[in-house]
Each structure stands twice: as structure tokens, then as C-alpha cells.
């Protein structure tokens, strides 16, 4: 089910959206009030669109976007205002922004909206992933292709396991690779063995990157693991 982030100052608008496209979208939907718990809420966890109204007490839509850009590159953003003007909808672009839509709307189209992004998303998402095979970790290179890590002279060989994990983090780097995404594109299956099989695979690929400080994979209590690097 794929997630996105609703943020509307208005309450009866908000629930009506958030009722709508989980009802027909089949989507999950979480529903903020204002841009500074929108923030906060981005934050916790991965999505895959964002809904930012404009006119927002706190903190706007457009600066919601902007900050959340820096965070993220890449998550779909439609902005939603009753501001129609060509200024505006050049300054929601320049911004990062995916789509826009003003007010006021029919849901009907913004669903047709959003399931067009999230298609788009998907798909060059797909066609990114399958051509990348060749990583900078820090101070290390890695070579899914060849399985091999490598900093300076020094290498080191990868298990199969081992270089998709590993993959799959540099893909999502900075970001949260949930352990459910990770069990079913490697392991097929998110028993509670594989589970356990991914965690001692995680501690070996710790401990070939440990000699480089800003490199670091954290464990995300109740979610997944994040590869940071500084």
C-alpha cells in the first residue's frame, strides 16, 4: 500500500481527502494540520507522495517544500492552493514540486493526479535501480556487479546476500530501508528466520565499512536500518 503525507490547515477538507483516497485510492493516508507537523511527520518514516496545501499557518506549503527537498530529492509533491496564478504555479516548480492543483478541485482529479506521479515515481525508480551497479561509501567503492568492496589496495568479497543488502542501503542512503523492503527483495519472504539471517548479514557489512567514522549503518527502532553518510 503505497503511503502518502497530506498536509491541509482545513479539517473538514483534510478528513474528506484522507477518507476519499483511502477509500478509493487504497492508499495510506496521514493527515497533518500545519507545515510544522507536517515536518515533523516526514521525517519519522518514508512516503511515496506528498500533498502540500499552500496556505498553512506555521510554516506554508511552499516552505514545507523546500525544507523537505533538502531532506528528500525525489518524493512526488502536488501542491494544492486556491492561489491560481502562473506566478505561483512557476514558484511550486522552481520549489521541486511534482504537480499542481488549485482550489478549488475535484478528488476525482487529484486521484487521477496522484496515481499518475506515483507511476512515473515507479517507473523510473525501477529503470534508476536496474542500471546502477557501482557505489562511493565514504572512503570505499563498491561493486554490486562484482561484489567487492574496495578502499585503496584493500578488498574485500561480498556474499550474494551480503552485496544486494548492501545495494539496496547505498539505494536508499540517508534514508530508511525498511526490513520488510529489504526481506522481500532478497529473501522473498519476511519470516522471522530470514529476519534473523539479514541481522547477521548487516553485522558483517558493518564491519567491512567500520574503518571509515563517517560511514554508519543505524538500526531504526520499529522500522528498518538508515546507511548514513556525512
Given at each position: 500500500m503505497k503511503k502518502i503525507l497530506l498536509v491541509e490547515d482545513d479539517p473538514n477538507l483534510g478528513l474528506l481527502l484522507q477518507d476519499y483516497l483511502q477509500l478509493k485510492g487504497k492508499f495510506d493516508v496521514v493527515l497533518c494540520k500545519d507545515g510544522e507537523e507536517g515536518?515533523?511527520?516526514f521525517t519519522k518514516q518514508n512516503y511515496d507522495l506528498l500533498i502540500l496545501d499552500v496556505m498553512m499557518p506555521k510554516k506554508d506549503g511552499f516552505t514545507l517544500g523546500k525544507e523537505i527537498r533538502k531532506i528528500?530529492?525525489?518524493?512526488?509533491?502536488?501542491?494544492?492552493?486556491?492561489?491560481?496564478?502562473?506566478?505561483?504555479?512557476?514558484?511550486?516548480?522552481n520549489l521541486g514540486g511534482d504537480d499542481y492543483i488549485t482550489?478549488?478541485?475535484?478528488?476525482?482529479?487529484?486521484?487521477?493526479?496522484?496515481?499518475?506521479?506515483?507511476?512515473?515515481?515507479?517507473?523510473?525508480?525501477?529503470?534508476?535501480?536496474?542500471?546502477?551497479?557501482?557505489?562511493?561509501?565514504?572512503?570505499?567503492?563498491?561493486?554490486?556487479t562484482a561484489q567487492l568492496i574496495t578502499s585503496g589496495e584493500a578488498q574485500q568479497k561480498l556474499s550474494t546476500k551480503e552485496a544486494e543488502l548492501l545495494r539496496l542501503l547505498c539505494l536508499r542512503k540517508n534514508e530508511v530501508l525498511t526490513r520488510e523492503e529489504a526481506l522481500l527483495n532478497i529473501w522473498h519472504d519476511d519470516n522471522y528466520?530470514?529476519?534473523?539471517?539479514?541481522?547477521?548479514?548487516?553485522?558483517?557489512?558493518?564491519?567491512?565499512?567500520?574503518?571509515?567514522?563517517?560511514?554508519?549503518?543505524?538500526?531504526?527502532?520499529?522500522r528498518g536500518y538508515k546507511l548514513l553518510i556525512d
Open positions: 515536518l515533523r511527520t528528500n530529492s525525489h518524493v512526488p509533491i502536488i501542491f494544492a492552493t486556491a492561489k491560481g496564478m502562473i506566478e505561483d504555479k512557476t514558484q511550486a516548480f482550489k478549488p478541485f475535484r478528488i476525482e482529479e487529484l486521484l487521477l493526479r496522484i496515481n499518475a506521479l506515483l507511476k512515473r515515481a515507479n517507473n523510473a525508480d525501477k529503470v534508476e535501480e536496474e542500471k546502477q551497479t557501482l557505489f562511493k561509501i565514504g572512503h570505499y567503492s563498491f561493486d554490486y528466520f530470514n529476519g534473523r539471517s539479514m541481522d547477521v548479514f548487516l553485522s558483517k557489512i558493518r564491519k567491512y565499512l567500520k574503518d571509515d567514522p563517517n560511514v554508519e549503518i543505524i538500526n531504526v527502532h520499529g
